[in-house]
């Protein structure tokens, strides 16, 4: 990683849940943090409030807007991209315009923000695309789309791992199991089921997964990349 003592960070979607936990994780870390939102207003100023990151306006499903973005924001040390959309249902009846919205966020979106993001970074930077174990296991009717997207993002990682490699720029996927937000609560109408499929009966936190990105954007972490780091409470075992 670089020497650097304060490190330079964007994570794309950090208003809520997962994404704010690794805004605060960083945020604590002493790193200079910004981070996208673009769906309250009130949970990102709460966000920028409480860790001090910079909060921006920003909608991961627009190309351009993200590579416009990257572009002001200038040279990254970290990029975490961790904006997704979950759309359930029947995949005969879901409504096509919303499966490519799905795509531009969940696949277009770290495709263009990771590539923009590497025209810039300095050696020895980090890449952290938040993935599912949904990408490597669908044990439930409905998350067609949502898992292909995931899955995708495997692909991307090991593919980018070797683009980057000569300059040091690490590329990993974390795939979070069922995790306590407000997306998908820990009492939520579908615990039974999820639980049913865990090692550990039990949600886990977002600290948690907030940790294991931290990680893998530090030091320690400078030999791992194009490689998927589930934590799922034992979900994909």
């Known amino acids: 990683m670089l020497a650097s003592a304060t490190r330079k960070i964007l994570v794309i979607g950090g208003s809520r849940g997962i994404g704010a936990a690794i805004v605060a994780r960083f945020a604590a870390e002493g790193d200079d943090v910004s981070f996208t939102w673009a769906g309250s ?4 100023e709460a966000v920028a409030a409480r860790t001090g990151a910079h909060a921006i ?61 590497a025209r810039q970074m300095s050696e020895g930077g980090r890449i952290i ?49 069922p995790t306590n937000t407000d997306m998908n609560p820990h009492d939520g109408p579908l615990v039974q089921a999820m639980h049913d499929e865990m090692a550990l009966k039990r949600h886990g936190t977002a600290e ?22 589930t934590i799922d409470g034992g979900f994909g075992a």
């Open 57 to 117: 306006r920003s909608d991961a499903s627009d190309r351009d807007a993200t590579i416009a973005l990257l572009r002001e924001i200038g040279p990254l040390d970290v990029l975490v991209y961790n904006s997704a959309l979950l759309l359930p249902g029947d995949p005969l009846t879901l409504e096509p315009a919303a499966v490519d919205h799905l795509i531009d966020v969940n696949i277009r979106g770290p495709y263009f923000a990771s590539v923009e993001a």
């Open 41 to 44: 207003q009130t949970a990102a």
């Open 208 to 229: 948690d997964v907030a940790h294991l990105v931290v990680y893998l954007a530090g030091p320690h972490a400078s030999g791992i990349t194009g490689a998927m780091h």
């Open 129 to 177: 695309l938040i993935g599912s174990v949904h990408g490597d296991r669908m044990p439930f009717e409905g998350l067609t789309a949502y898992g292909m997207s995931k899955s995708a993002l495997q692909g991307l990682a090991r593919g980018l791992a070797r683009d980057f490699g000569a300059r040091d720029i690490t590329v990993n996927v974390v795939q979070p199991g």
